[in-house]
């Protein structure tokens, strides 16, 4: 059946740096575009970055844009979330997911990243 | 940048109808996702391309979209039916996915 785990949360200080992996399975990985979307406690859910099935086109939140880089290995079926620079404002739950294609939609269970001194 | 409204919260009774809006700047020209999500769970979608259910959606979730309104009608409300519910769309114009504000739905 089809998976995503999402890995990587954790707490870190303000204007530090962390890394989160979502590692894919149960279906073909490289031929859906994938998302990160987070959701802040007690909060509505905020998309943060796009990334096409093949790479060649990523996009991102203005509240993370050049902070945050998504990115994806095909070959061993993981998508990332390289985040810089974070804020308090960035604690949040953080969900990889496949971008809806004809009902196709799967969400991974959630990494929460804590932001905090 | 494009901004998704939706109502905080509606109140239904069980066996009633609950309709949820989305209201976007002509938000008819795009396609609507309509996600599911209850309390401490991942989004669940239940409505895709305006009006297309996933397998496994019962027939009672229904979908429309014209002009400057989405809405998401969920038929004989059930009490599992109890979450928040989300409508998204693409912006091509700003190269942005969007979530609207959010509706929590409460069965009364």
């Known amino acids: 059946q089809v998976q995503l785990v999402e890995s990587g949360g954790g707490v870190v200080q303000p204007g530090g740096s962390l890394r989160l992996s979502c590692a894919a399975s149960g279906f073909t990985f490289s031929s859906y575009g994938m998302h990160w979307v987070r959701q802040a406690p007690g909060k509505g859910l905020e998309w943060v970055a796009f990334?096409?099935?093949?790479?060649?086109?990523?996009y991102y939140a203005d509240s993370v844009k050049g902070r945050f880089t998504i990115s994806r290995d095909n070959s061993k079926n993981t998508l990332y979330l390289q985040m810089n620079s974070l804020r308090a404002e960035d604690t949040a739950v953080y969900y990889c997911?496949?971008?809806?294609?004809?009902?196709?939609?799967?969400w991974g269970q959630g990494t929460l990243v804590t932001v905090s001194s | 940048s494009y901004v998704l409204t939706q109502p905080p919260s509606v109140s239904v009774a069980p066996g009633q109808t609950a309709r949820i809006t989305c209201g976007g700047n002509n938000i008819g020209s795009k396609s609507v996702h309509w996600y599911q999500q209850k309390p401490g769970q991942a989004p669940v979608l239940v409505v895709y391309d305006d009006s297309d259910r996933p397998s496994g959606i019962p027939e009672r979730f229904s979908g429309s979209n014209s002009g400057n309104t989405a809405t998401l009608t969920i038929s004989r409300v059930e009490a599992g039916d109890e979450a928040d519910y989300y409508c998204q769309v693409w912006d091509s114009s700003s190269d942005h996915y969007v979530f609207g504000t959010g509706t929590k739905v409460t069965v009364l």
């Open positions: 990334i096409r099935y093949d790479g060649s086109n990523k």
């Open positions: 997911a496949t971008v809806p294609a004809a009902g196709f939609d799967y």
